[in-house]
């Protein structure tokens, strides 16, 4: 069910660092998010175009396209790896509401910090991964196994470039608090 804010994320929107270099770096990051959210959506929206396409060409014209679904994976792959750092600065993600209202306030913001931490340690591992299995892919001319042999550096890259975003807010959120908050 969708809901507005929860308590533990009332705080965000109002909630900006007196530190000029973060505060900085937040807007560029946010500025950032806002413009991939607009190239995904278009990512989603050419992805529903081409599966159409697909599903009307091989129903009408009996022809078969091998391209198609490769096409839209890559496009689908991007648009959620590269919308993660979004959907974590507006803690858009799924979480466990049950300890919320059993824990006071300054709990729920070190619990937030601690999640905070152990996420980016996991996802900077990822993004280690991934750029590496981006670098092979490169360096070896890796294609996929279709017709078409799209290269695999393509959403190795894209799924690098989503995970290093992430990693890059969620170290916001976790220094931010550190350096001392002020209300707008």
């Known amino acids: 069910m969708m809901h507005g ?3 533990d994320q009332k705080d965000l929107p109002g909630a900006v660092t007196s530190n000029p270099l973060m505060a900085a770096l937040g ?24 599966l159409s396409y697909s599903v009307i060409g091989r129903a009408l014209f009996h022809s078969a396209n091998y391209w198609q679904d490769e096409a839209a994976v890559f496009l689908l792959v991007g648009a959620t790896f590269m919308t993660a750092a979004y959907v974590q600065g507006q803690r858009g993600h799924i979480g466990i509401e049950a300890f919320i209202g059993l824990i006071s306030a300054r709990a729920n913001r070190i619990r937030l910090w601690l999640v905070d931490v152990a996420s ?3 996802c900077a591992f990822f993004a280690w ?7 092979e892919a490169w360096v070896d001319g890796q294609v996929s196994n279709s017709m078409w042999s799209p290269p695999l550096a393509i959403p190795y890259v894209l799924m690098a470039l989503g995970m290093s975003l992430l990693c890059l807010q969620l170290l916001l959120q976790i220094i931010i608090p550190l350096v001392g908050t002020s209300r707008r």
């Open 5 to 7: 804010p929860l308590p």
């Open 27 to 50: 807007q560029a990051l946010a500025l950032c998010n806002n413009v991939i959210v607009f190239v995904a959506a278009l990512a989603l929206i050419a992805a529903c175009a081409i």
């Open 120 to 122: 980016l340690l996991f």
């Open 129 to 135: 991964k991934s750029w590496t299995l981006a670098h």
